[in-house]
Every structure is written in C-alpha cells, then in structure tokens.
C-alpha cells in the first residue's frame, strides 16, 4: 500500500526521517542546556548546519505536499482546517517557549514561517517551471538584502527589518534573539523548490511516487503522517524527563 488517505508513503517516510533527526537534535540541544553536553549549537558548523538540513526537509516536504495535494484537488476548506492545525501548533510553541526562554522565547519559528508560506506555496502551487525559478530568487534576495542593508546608507531601514515586527521577512543584518527563527526569506525558496518538485514527478516520473516503500520503512511513514504531533510533543516530555531525572537525583541518596 503506498499511499493513506491521498498521502504517498514514501513522502511521509522522508518527513518521518526529518522527525527522528530533529528530535536527536533536540535531545542533544536539551543535554546541553542542562550541562550534559558540552556544546554551542548556536555557533558551532556541525549543529548549525545539521538544523539547516532539517529544516529544508521538513519545508521540502510540505511543498511536495501541496503539489500533490492541487494535483488531487484538495479544496480551500480542508487547506483551511490543515493549517489552523499548523497556526494552534506555532501558538502553543509560542507560549511554551516564552515560559522555558522567556529572554528568547519563539515568536517566528517553523510552524510559524510555515503557516505563512504554505499559504504562498497553496496560491503558487500552478505555477510550475517558474518555481525553480523563484525558488532561487527567494533563497539568493535573503543574502543580497542581508548584505545590502550592512552596507548601505539606509540605517534606519536596517534597524526596522532588523526589529521583531518586521524580521520575520528575513531580511536582517543579525539573528534576532529567539530560539528559533524560519523567515520567509530564505526558506519559502526551499518550499517552492518542494512544489515544483512534486509536479515534476507528477509529469515525468509517476511510478516513482506509487513504489511500494519497504516494509521497515513502515515506522517512518506512521511517524511523518503524524509530524505535527510528535513536533509539539517531544520537546516537553524531553525536557520533562531531564527535570525530572534532576529532581530525582537530588531527593534519593
């Protein structure tokens, strides 16, 4: 069976892996700010560049997924009832974060950026070939902008991008302080990318998409039809665990 309720196992699997691979992240990042592990994940290449992979394979799938969701005509109601799902979910990351981090706490981050670019992504999803196209745009005017504005003579159009009302654009001299941070600008190149992905195979390479995924692969394609979930989940039961393994470890001898 290589497809659930309109989804493709396969795609589900890849967004399975992206999961696993985040909450690995996480957990070493959680290690760290507990003092177990000794490293700077806001600096380090290794950690920064491993969040940029997971976060393009997450955007990489949900632009997939919207072109294989136009080419089975998915209406504008069930986009709707979908991305509530994803704004409730970038809310509460909100609010845990600000109780967690309150100095740095997630007012942008990925369900927030996806919320917005999903809603992009949904009203571009026909425009085929020019997505590549616009993809690049995307991805090369963060940098061109970032690099403008730090040498240009426009200050005070720097310190406004630069300002929380305004960076999530993307456009910005320097990360704002916040845990996480998915601007529209890089990152809706990456999901454009996705979309134009997805009709690609549409047109030429069919057969691919409708593969029967190997059987181990099972767990993976269950974890990513329920990503979301695990997304909002994991991180307090991980750091609930370390909490409570601090509070044991004071309280028995």
């Keep these: 069976m290589t497809q ?11 967004r399975g892996a992206a999961v696993v691979w985040m909450a690995v992240f996480h957990l ?10 000794q490293h700077n994940f806001y600096d380090e290449p290794l950690w920064v560049w491993q969040r940029t992979v997971i976060v393009s394979l997450f955007l990489f799938c949900a ?18 009832r979908r991305w509530v ?14 109780l967690m981090f309150p100095n740095s706490f997630i007012y942008f981050g990925m ?5 917005l670019m999903l809603i992009i992504a949904r009203l571009t999803t026909r425009w085929g070939g020019w997505l590549w196209f616009l993809g690049a745009v995307a991805i090369a005017a963060k940098f061109a902008a970032s690099y403008a504005l730090q040498t240009g003579d426009a200050p005070d159009l720097a310190n406004a991008l630069n300002a929380p009302a305004w960076n999530w ?32 195979l ?19 394609a269950w974890l990513g039809r329920h990503s979301l979930f695990f997304y ?22």
């Design 4 to 14: 659930h309720g309109g989804r493709l196992d396969w795609l589900d699997a890849l």
């Design 169 to 200: 654009i993307g456009w910005i001299t320097h990360k704002p302080t916040t845990e996480d941070y998915v601007p529209l600008f890089p990152w809706m190149g990456v999901m454009w990318w996705g979309v134009a992905s997805g009709h690609w």
């Design 111 to 115: 369900l927030h950026g996806m919320a």
């Design 28 to 37: 070493c990042f959680d290690l760290s700010q507990f003092g177990w592990f």
């Design 85 to 98: 799902q994803v704004l409730g979910g970038a809310l509460l990351v909100t609010l845990g974060s600000w």
């Design 202 to 220: 549409l047109r030429h390479a069919t057969h691919s998409l409708t593969k029967p995924l190997p059987v181990h692969l099972g767990s993976l």
């Design 63 to 80: 632009g997939f997924g919207q072109a294989i969701a136009a080419a089975q005509g998915q209406t504008w109601r069930r986009f709707w």
């Design 232 to 253: 909002l989940l994991h991180q307090p039961v991980l750091i609930g665990t370390m909490v409570a393994i601090v509070w044991l470890s004071k309280v028995i001898p």
